[in-house]
Each structure stands twice: as C-alpha cells, then as structure tokens.
C-alpha cells in the first residue's frame, strides 16, 4: 500500500544545479501538487495537476517546472538550484469526484539544501 | 481570496491537559475544512474534517466544529497525550480553488509527561 512515493528523502544541492524531484502515486488520483515547506510559513502551493497533460502555477512558481505525462508521475524540476530554494518539499494526491470535500495525501518529503 | 489563520506555537501543555488550537478562514465560497497532522520526519495526513457549517469533524479523541457565523474550526481534544505531540494543520478547499488546498501556518504541540 504505497499511496503517495517521493524521492530522494534528502538532497544536497550546489546554486545553480538542476535536479527532479520524483513524485509518484498509486492511487490513481486525477489531482497532484507539490508544496514546499518553510518555518512559520505552512505550505505554498509550487504547482499543481488536474489530470495528465494538464498542469497549473500555485502561489509560488518561479524557479520550478513540472509535467504530468501520465497519471501517476509529476516530477518537480529545480532548473538552477539557489539557496531560497532551501526546504522541504512534499507532494500530495487528490481523487477526483468533489475536489473540494476530499482529502490529500501526502509523500513523505523530500528535504533540500541549496549551498 | 481564500485564506486559514491558525494560532501561532508552540504550544506546550502536560500530559491530560486540554488542548485548543484556534483556526479562522477567509473564503468567497462555501468551503471544506480540514485539519491535519504532521508527526516528526513524516508527511501530512488527515485528522479530521468537515464539509458543510455546523459539521462536526472528530477522530481519535480531537474535534473540531465548523462555525459559519465566526468562521472558524477551532481542534479540541479534551486530554493530549505525549504522543500527540505534532505539528497541526487548518486547512480549506473549495469549489472556486479546485484542487487548491490552503494551508495555515502550523502549530506546533509538545505534551509533556
């Protein structure tokens, strides 16, 4: 019973580095976003997707790329690492029906370090 | 636009004490509500959550009422335990945000023994 898998759990990255972070769920949920977490600060919205194919910008999306070419992957792209970029990162998976009643479940989180 | 404001921590209470965390939402719709809890080095997950006003979300002791007229959702629980040290969570969503979940900032609980 996988549910929502991300990869690396950590990560340790140079400014300017690129990297994926994985992101995949077993659920076959329509919806998928990844946040990013900050002390005092809860979790932003980076990018979500309401199917394969379709992807949006949340609240905080600059520095970041995603794609959803199948319903269960939606990797997060870090195009040059800085050290704002600093956090954990957590993605989550919704089903679909009445989006707004149902939960999201979430990864473990991947903790990054931009030095 | 939509937004959850949560009391700020941490909060430190002894074991068998009660627990209020405080929680307001700002929201053009009729939104859903939600709490969760993130226990050290693991994801979120859902403690409970109420869809529409004067529900009642409940689960493992906590409970939390959705009040309309003061928008609020305020998590109680009338005896914490030191394993319900954890960071928790207000949320909302709703028709016009989709799949946007809005999160609070987090409070944090420690529960002494």
């Known amino acids: 019973n996988a549910g929502v898998t991300q990869t690396p759990k950590f990560q340790v990255l140079k400014t300017g580095q690129s990297m994926t972070l994985q992101c995949a769920q077993d659920?076959?949920?329509?919806?998928m976003s990844w946040y990013r977490q900050d002390p005092g600060m809860g979790l932003r919205l980076i990018h979500y997707s309401v199917g394969a194919g379709i992807t949006d910008q949340g609240e905080v999306p600059n520095g970041y790329n995603v794609s959803r070419s199948t319903t269960e992957d939606f990797p997060l792209r870090l195009l040059s690492a800085a050290p704002s970029q600093t956090s954990v990162y957590f993605c989550?998976?919704?089903?679909?029906?009445?989006?707004?009643?149902?939960?999201?479940?979430f990864g473990q989180g991947t903790r990054l370090t931009v030095v | 636009g939509n937004s959850v404001t949560q009391m700020e921590g941490p909060v430190t209470l002894s074991e068998e004490a009660f627990l209020t965390i405080n929680c307001t939402y700002t929201a053009t719709g009729y939104p859903s509500l939600f709490w969760y809890v993130q226990y050290p080095g693991e994801g979120l997950q859902l403690l409970l959550k109420?869809?529409?006003?004067?529900d009642k979300g409940s689960n493992k002791g906590f409970e939390a009422t959705y009040r309309k007229e003061t928008t609020s959702f305020h998590l109680e629980k009338g005896s914490v335990q030191v394993s319900d040290s954890a960071v928790y969570f207000c949320?909302?969503?709703?028709?016009?945000?989709?799949?946007?979940?809005?999160f609070g900032a987090g409070t944090r609980l420690f529960v002494k023994a």
């Open positions: 989550a998976s919704k089903s679909g029906g009445r989006v707004e009643n149902t939960e999201a479940f």
């Open positions: 109420a869809t529409k006003a004067d």
């Open positions: 949320a909302l969503s709703d028709l016009t945000g989709g799949f946007k979940t809005i």
């Open positions: 659920m076959n949920h329509e919806y």
